[in-house]
């Protein structure tokens, strides 16, 4: 496992924009898929987003494409997840995963790291 450090969650009103940042522990992070996930209170933990190893492919839940966009920069061990358009049905503590056993997923079980989480709350 890597050590993943999730930021940037905060309070924002509906069509607000925030942007995530995970970053991780050493130097194969260009080895791992990178998602997030989020979970809504009284919700299970759903998809948000992936990228693949290299950055070649992305894939998004249908509840944010199009208002989300998941991006990595290798040299930095760092994924992030800029977030536009928020609505309240966005608000959920997030969380940034890795994984090695596939290229990229949208399963909770394709990840093997996770990191503790930060609050998005989307209110007037």
């Known amino acids: 496992q890597v050590q993943l450090v999730e930021s940037g969650g905060g309070l924002v009103h509906p069509g607000g924009s925030l942007r995530l940042s995970c970053t991780a522990s050493?130097?194969?992070?260009?080895?791992?898929?990178m998602a997030w996930f989020r979970q809504a209170p009284g919700k299970e933990r759903e998809f948000v987003a992936t990228i693949s190893r290299a950055a070649i492919s992305t894939s998004y839940s249908d509840s944010v494409k199009g208002r989300f966009t998941i991006s990595r920069d290798n040299a930095k061990n760092t994924v992030y997840l800029q977030m536009n358009s928020l609505k309240p049905s966005d608000t959920a503590v997030y969380y940034c995963?890795?994984?090695?056993?596939?290229?990229?997923?949208?399963?909770?079980?394709?990840?093997?790291?996770w990191g503790q989480g930060t609050q998005v709350t989307v209110s007037t």
């Open positions: 050493g130097r194969i992070f260009s080895s791992y898929a």
């Open positions: 995963a890795a994984g090695l056993r596939i290229a990229m997923g949208s399963e909770e079980a394709d990840f093997g790291s």
